[in-house]
């Protein structure tokens, strides 16, 4: 039989253990949203339209092909797919800063809700000189963890998502946003990408007779 202390260092050492295996999930999970592997895509992965945009959210076109994305996601929602990257331009003084925020909700799962609040608010807060209380503000309105949130910027590896998110934009031609790539074909501009996106989808007009 064991004795009552044996007992106790197996309790402990079982709870330690939990704990451990508790702490190694939600370090993995974190490992997993910061590397992008969840958290910034949306849509059908077997859409037939698969986008990817490499996106600045304080450019204006950037939020104007937003808006347009997700009228179309409303209209197709099972033909499309989009994954988003960053590309913060030096241009943008909140840029920078706009996607670390972004990044950090994509790894509480509320990236897309986040996302709409830079868009649909864009013309507040690109215009004033300090954005972050805003920024805070934006994502209390979605329900992002605050304590996480303030962890999260603190954290060096999100600054690294983005740069490599810019370098990759770059190898691959990226000069200015919005960017997308549609099944793999860069389309630059929001007027092309609706366009692009029609040409794909909708159903070419009947030719019939034309007689």
Known sequence: LM??????????AVVVAVVAVVAGVRLYLNNQAVNGVTGRTKGNPQA???IVEFIDFQCPACAQGAKMLNARFKQYPEQLHLEMKYFP??????AFLSSR?????????????????LIYKQQDWSQIVNAYPMFQQ?????????????GCLNDTRVDKVISEHQTEGRKRGVRSTPTYYVNGDMV?????LEKRIKELLEEPADQGDQN
Do not use: N, P
């Open 188 to 192: 630059v501009g929001t007027r092309d």
């Open 48 to 50: 037939k339209v698969k």
């Open 3 to 12: 004795s009552g202390k044996s007992k106790q260092w197996i309790t402990v």
């Open 89 to 94: 331009l030096k241009m943008h003084a909140h």
């Open 101 to 117: 925020f972004a990044e950090c909700a994509a790894r509480q799962q509320k990236f897309w809700e986040y996302h709409d609040q």
């Open 138 to 150: 934006m994502a209390q309105e979605v329900g992002v963890d605050m304590d996480q949130l303030h």
